[in-house]
């Protein structure tokens, strides 16, 4: 049985590997580490894990997750950069969901999160925990910067447009919508149900940080430098993200896209293109690791418009994240995420 | 006092003209009709308007409604041009809050709403019920082909841009999400809080039936044909309507569109510019007439972004109605409609 | 016009207070306080509010008060009673919207309340805030202390059958629910949408600050010590409270209990029993200042059940404090109210 | 494998056996039938299940199932009655969750389900399908009652009060709290988002189906006929029930009830005795199996109140039936169940 501590218990990616990692039959969860609830035992704050596991928060301190094999960072942004470098020289494998290793160029990253990063080095030797593009690293990694949230439903629904040069990449456009546990289990006002229930509204317009980010990952994707304009939104419901992205074709451009976002994705079991004339609904992948694609051109013009849905929490954080794992250890990629999607 | 007669009264926009013209003081809600409830109280189906109304519902017939002095038809589509021309023989003002009258291009109409045009000679009299465009005509109108709710957030929001030419209007996006009330108070599977509650989803997104609506209006503003990708969202809430609208900038413009769209909406009481850096919600105009708007060009690039909200029941339906017969009798034209947003 | 202040604007009930004054015509809107945001305009902090608020933030300190007829106390616990006093010398009114005059007994508040009274001898002087029971004694009050929500809910569902002495007060059972707006607009985990959405719970089951209140209200209505259970439950909305009453008919009692109802509230403007077999819903008064009731005898048995619905903003906050502010300056009780519940 | 068909498979209930079973590793979905989707692909009706189920919909005739170990029916009520003798007459396991076969007075069931039962004979053959009540006569049943939503929470909350005869059981109340869910998938105006979302509201207070049969039960356990008063509600959430029950103490009854509970369902896995002060939340058995209960005598009186809660389509449809169909078939009364709540 491997060893996982998960560093950052109590927030929401935290708890969501402890419910896929419960069910994971290669994995014993050996530590839980939260600063503000050290002693207390994780299922009392936590009543939906009650009897799938026995363990205690501890402090988020070295010594405690030196006989991990593998330690999850399910931390703000900032922590990861601080213990990566000590758990690796250990053998201990790092998988990190916070943003601290996934921008490649430092000075952009620093300007983004608004502090000074505390190891650039390990940056370079991180792999971007995105499967369906960098398999083969992950397998052979030791440190992933697990991708956003954002980023996969915007990546995961332009990539094959993008790898065969089909489209404008200069005036991509990501509009993109998100349930609240997106932004954390923080105490804000901004993030009460009374402000953020029945209704509707895009935030940081003007910039997201998953912006440099998705704008990093299609740019390694069309070898040059993209334009994107990404509108983030939040629902009022609590998991899930759509991506409505759109794209102009290129001159001349006259593939089968439902073909080729087929063939593309054949052999991802993860993501699910729809058969033409369906769109995707978040509530169909609830809970699951699961991205669900669909395309069209409406109207028969030169703009696409493709549909991505997935579970932030889930293929946007915590489910990912395991993928990532069972790639490291050579597990099949599947354990502990067969849950299917909660419908309804 | 005016006489009101309102065809259709159970649906979600008739209880929303109820409502509304319950607190107008210069008007009698003389007969509500419903083929399905004849002989019912009003406020026995909706008893949120007990003790604001008096009346039973009547079959929709002509003799019902002759005594009335304005006629409203918050019918499904294909009522009102059935019993318009009659109506309006006889001196009484229509109101159509349906579709029936919208579309100039009666051949287009037909395809769009799949029956044929009941009524073609009246849809050139018909004036559009967007009163921060047609504000004159309206005034001396029998007949209002009220707009509809996504064309009303999407018109108000493109609007300053498409007047002042500064975008390629060939390439316009309206990315819209709206609330499901928008899908009327029918029984339908697809409406059911199992089916659209905790979940978010594009539909109809090779074509709406407010795709021919909303390019009609900005062809006119921009004196060309328009190319517009229009892709509606459901949004997990009972009200409210969020555009997101993008644009490309013309090459040189150099406006200040934050001051543009200031002096353009300066005399428009329900048209409200918010100022800089601040995002619109819907739940800031849940309840009133009220257009809230947002101009950004994320990263100073080509690229414009117009956020632009309103309650699709009120500012999208049954508001701009009221504010419509406002103008054609010659009323104040807030009468009924100072209801403030029901915040939270 | 009369000046009214409003210490603590920025909560709900603030707002709240802020939307429906902004309609009440002999009230003018002269100071609003609030520590953390003094100096901000009102309709900054609440774009719903724009155009109908000219005013800023001001400390709540008495000097800024002191040229206001009425004030209001939209505040935590345990502000109100630190300046009522110096107010009331000024011969301003003073309605209190917290906890601070609920209870008589002062012993029994400060064990609740965890705090220290600072104002005893005014609690004999105020006047508890519900019309229905004492709207006389409001007529001529100058100290207000408000009815709470939940008890509003309660005392308004039991009082006919208390008045009356059909039921055995030593067992009443009051399982009331609520929307997530009564716990006010406070970061704190509980509250955000990720942990009240789409989820159901009992809180403070072993007992909650509002039960002494009802209590205390329903003793004095039986004229003898009652013995409640009280059991607040939270419900994935955001306004809206609905309590469902359960008590023991005594031996013999075949009153018709619905004429009971009808009577005892005839000339109640914002009490409305519904009719025979009609459910109220939390839809039906959201927004509106209104209490609806049903009563039912299950198979005949003798277990009594009242249905009663109010919005805990409106008729269990800021509604009833204009209601009383209305009686207390002689206006028309529904000045500022007649708004109407917003259905759908 | 054991082969199993689904008759009624495009309920809420059908989708959710389907979702369970798909992960049940004895057991293959043979048939799944539904009279108006024949044909259709299982998975173009539920995205969610893409890729775990490879069957189309066929018609719920004999023929089609006549070689299944084991039928549920996820059936409106009325359909399992005229089918039942059949199947079992071919020594087909039947698990019905609808209420054809849960009232044993016929007369009874005749006057709520307002027809007249088909099959009476195998009334008295059922069992009725409660594990943690009758988990023997489960074990060697061939027909199975599932037991209802409702009647699940209620029971399990009542049971240890009751067969220790701790309470006055002529008296007890039952204030529950249902998700739209449990409404099923039926176009219906009352179960619109926009009806139910955003409101709570009773309904059925005079009398609902699931009172005779959470009485029957109660009264086997008590042999005694009960009194109960039962009103259900509707939360604007999906999934879940709240049970808020209430009894009174008999007079001298001094137990540790905390301890008589989690003695009572020490070996129940799928009943869990939350610790003393800790308040059950429907989100935290989300899609689970579980039922979560708490026990409170507030301010030590004589009224206990007991909190239970199920998710209305698992422990209250679709994951009793797998729980009954282990028993039956004698598999680990686990298999398929093991899934954990989806949090948040």
């Known amino acids: 049985m491997i060893k996982v501590g998960i560093v950052g218990g109590t927030g929401y990616t935290g708890v969501e590997l402890l419910r896929i990692l419960a069910l994971h039959d290669e994995v ?13 035992r994780v299922d009392a704050l936590y009543p939906s894990l009650r009897g799938c596991i026995d363990v205690c928060f501890s402090l988020p301190e070295f010594d405690n997750l030196a ?7 399910a931390t703000p942004n900032g922590t990861a950069m601080l213990m990566a470098e000590k758990l690796l020289a250990r053998n201990i494998k790092v998988i990190d969901l916070s943003a601290d290793f996934r921008l490649k160029d430092i000075a952009e990253w620093e300007q983004w999160y608004g502090m000074s990063h505390a190891c650039p080095d390990l940056v370079k030797e991180a792999v971007y925990g995105l499967p ?6 992950i397998s052979g990694a ?16 332009f990539l094959p447009l993008i790898e065969q040069g089909l489209v ?3 005036h991509l456009i990501a509009d993109v919508k998100s349930g609240v546990s997106g932004a954390g289990r923080k105490a804000a006002v901004s993030s009460l149900m009374s402000e953020t229930g029945e209704s509707f509204k895009a935030y940081a317009a003007t910039g997201h940080r998953h912006l ?16 994107l304009t990404f509108v983030p939104h939040l629902v009022p419901m609590i998991r899930g993200i759509h991506a409505t992205l759109y794209a102009t074709l290129n001159k001349g451009v006259a593939d089968d896209l439902q073909a080729l976002y087929e063939q593309r994705y054949a052999n991802e ?49 915590a489910g990912q994240a395991v993928q990532c794992m069972n790639l490291m ?6 354990k502990g995420l067969q849950t299917m999607a909660l419908y309804p």
């Open 212 to 227: 440099p980010e998705i704008k990093q990952g299609l740019s390694q994707l069309a070898s040059e430098q993209v334009g």
């Open 329 to 334: 250890l050579g597990f099949n990629e599947n």
């Open 168 to 170: 404008d990449v200069k």
């Open 28 to 40: 014993e969860i050996a530590v839980v580490t939260s600063r503000s609830d050290v002693g207390m």
């Open 67 to 73: 006989d991990c094999d593998v330690v999850f960072f």
């Open 269 to 317: 079991q993860y993501v699910d293109v729809l058969p033409l004339g369906v769109h995707p609904d978040t509530r169909n992948v609830k809970g699951s690791n699961r991205c669900q694609i669909a395309i069209v051109v409406p109207q028969g013009g030169d703009t696409v418009v493709v549909l991505s849905v997935i579970d932030n929490l889930v293929k946007g954080a």
């Open 132 to 137: 369906e593009i960098h398999r083969e690293a």
């Open 142 to 157: 030791n440190l992933i910067a697990c991708a956003g949230c954002y980023p996969t439903a915007t990546q995961l629904g």
